[in-house]
């Protein structure tokens, strides 16, 4: 089964930026959507993007998008999470996810077989 490792989190200023990477063990086929989720103390899980692992296409949640960048290295099996402009209310721990059936339902956290640790990353004001 797909182990998924998450890195790259950490403490950066309001404006600054980070790139999270996910880590799979274990292959990833065609099929697989591979997403990215956050979770801020005390509210639910919510979407941030996610990227079919065929094709390429990309899908972003409206508070993230212009903002941060989704994207796969099919030979090293790794999503990357390129994140600019970072504002306070983007802290919060990111989760990399799985959807080996690569659902149309890509922004549901229920859709996702596999997930990782998660990353914390926090940003000041």
């Known amino acids: 089964q797909v182990q998924l490792v998450e890195s790259g989190g950490g403490l950066v200023q309001a404006g600054g930026s980070l790139r999270l990477s996910c880590a799979a063990s274990?292959?990833?086929?065609?099929?697989?959507?591979m997403g990215w989720f956050r979770q801020a103390p005390g509210k639910e899980r919510e979407f941030v993007s996610a990227i079919r692992w065929s094709g390429g296409t990309t899908y972003y949640a409206d508070s993230v998008k212009g903002r941060f960048t989704i994207s796969r290295d099919n030979a090293k099996n790794t999503v990357y999470l390129e994140m600019n402009s970072l504002k306070p209310e983007d802290t919060a721990v990111y989760y990399c996810?799985?959807?080996?059936?690569?659902?149309?339902?890509?922004?549901?956290?229920?859709?996702?077989?596999?997930w990782g640790q998660g990353t914390q990353v926090t940003v000041s004001s």
């Open positions: 274990g292959r990833i086929f065609s099929s697989y959507v």
């Open positions: 996810a799985a959807d080996p059936n690569g659902s149309s339902s890509w922004y549901r956290a229920r859709v996702y077989a596999r």
